[in-house]
């Protein structure tokens, strides 16, 4: 029998540092979207995903200790990670 599959999903990972040291405490997310087609003994699937996190960037190391003046802010940066995975495969 021939089959057709879809499927969706969605993926939050938090951070794992939670001190009050860290800078980039924040989450990371994934969405992804995917459709498999299955015969008698082969198999394909293809699927896209998109991760996307933000960070601050920092131009410099900063040492306020030393230079006795206030670090500058730093930048927010939203990251966005594209994905495509295709699987070819033999049931036997």
């Not at 599959?5 to 980039?24: C, D, F, Q």
């Not at 459709?35 to 008698?40: A, E, H, W």
């Not at 394909?44 to 006795?68: C, F, P």
């Amino acid at each position: 029998t021939n089959e057709i599959a879809l499927r969706a999903g969605y993926g939050l990972y938090e951070s794992p540092i939670k001190t009050v040291l860290s800078v980039n405490k924040r989450k990371y997310e994934t969405y992804s979207c995917g459709i498999g087609y299955r015969m008698q003994y082969y198999y394909i699937d293809a699927v896209y995903m998109l991760g996307r996190h933000q960070k601050d960037y920092y131009l410099y190391n900063w040492d306020e200790s030393t230079t006795g003046v206030t670090a500058p802010a730093p930048s927010k940066l939203t990251v966005r990670d594209h994905q495509v995975a295709v699987t070819v495969g033999y049931r036997f």
